[in-house]
């Protein structure tokens, strides 16, 4: 049913007359006329009476009268649902106890009132997708893996360098250490059920391995955080790596360390990424509350893979220039 012709009938309902109905529809009155006829021929019944007064409805067009009113609320509800700044921001964070995840706790602490969806996908194709159909607005990923440029609609920010972190278990021969350097990593086991081949945390932690020649297995089953905490905590040989801004909690009895990663340490690029023509307003609340609440960068010198984007001013102060262009060693900042 066309909406227009609802509008007509309920406007005249309410006028009396089809003249007032059309001046409030900005219409003639010869147009109100041919859509109530329009109307009445498509449901098969008479929905007015003229009389000297004006048009008075029938009894079939008092029945219609409801349901053409609930008609046009529920196209309204339809419309405000996806005007700009009405629906809920919608944001991929990857992992509920991601580095993401706690930006977007604190973007949520310092803007209470917008309305987010936090949603968790896991590759970057996937994300990349879901942003150019409309389905999320932003996603937390390091971007730039060679060979996986971002398409032309996405843009990109880096928000966040993660530093990582050695987890071991108690009896692990580094246990003791107040830091670790990658140098000294040689020769140990680290283990990572959890790398995917092709996604791009698997790019970053090959670029890791070639550049510094670490030991990174990914085999066996992937259980999730609490089986990998189960097993380095209980395994001397073997330790992970976790970001410094990973949220995990385990029982007291396994006793893990977590240990800085220094000369250098290795970090982990988080960008968002989100599509040029959004025009959430929420979107860009999200983009400068970034900006503007970089947390503490590490102190010393540090790593990235070569096909990490710059920091921009928009984000935060660019990295010095690279001092190591075979392992990629950013200088102090």
Aim: aromatic residues 6%; glycine residues 6%; without cysteine.
């Amino acid at each position: 049913m066309d909406l227009d012709t609802a509008r007509t009938f309920v406007a005249a309902a309410d006028a009396g007359q089809f003249q007032e109905a059309a001046a409030e529809l900005a219409v003639t009155q010869q147009a109100v006329s041919k859509r109530i006829a329009a109307l009445e021929r498509e449901l098969g019944v008479r929905l007015f009476t003229r009389t000297a007064r004006g048009a008075e409805l029938t009894i079939d067009g008092q029945a219609f009268l409801p349901h053409a009113r609930e008609l046009l609320r529920v196209a309204e509800r339809a419309v405000a649902s996806v005007r700009t700044g009405s629906r809920p921001l919608r944001v991929d964070v990857l992992a509920s106890r991601s580095a993401a995840s706690g930006l977007m706790r604190g973007f949520h602490r310092a803007h209470p009132g917008i309305e987010l969806d936090v949603v968790w996908l896991f590759d970057i194709e996937t994300a990349v997708a879901a942003i150019r159909s409309g389905s999320i607005d932003a996603s937390f990923r390091a971007v730039a893996v060679p060979g996986r440029p971002l398409p032309e609609d996405i843009e990109s920010a880096r928000v966040l360098d993660e530093p990582l972190q050695l987890l071991t278990g108690p009896a692990h021969a580094l246990a003791g250490a107040r830091s670790v350097s990658l140098a000294q990593l040689a020769g140990h086991r680290i283990w990572m059920p959890g790398i995917v081949p092709g996604t791009e945390w698997a790019a970053y932690y090959d670029d890791l391995v070639a550049a510094f020649g670490l030991t990174i297995e990914a085999t066996g089953p992937n259980f999730g955080s609490d089986a990998l905490l189960d097993t380095v905590a209980d395994t001397p040989a073997l330790a992970t790596f976790m970001g410094e801004h990973t949220r995990l909690v385990w029982p007291a009895g396994h006793d893990l360390r977590r240990i800085p990663v220094t000369d250098p340490t290795p970090v982990y690029p988080h960008s968002l990424i989100w599509r040029r023509d959004n025009p959430h307003p929420a979107l860009a609340a999200l983009r400068d509350h970034l900006g503007s609440a970089q947390p503490d960068r590490p102190g010393s010198t540090v790593w990235t893979p070569s096909w990490t984007p710059a920091w921009t001013t928009r984000t935060a102060t660019r990295l010095n220039a690279r001092v190591d262009a075979r392992t990629n060693v950013a200088g102090k900042r």
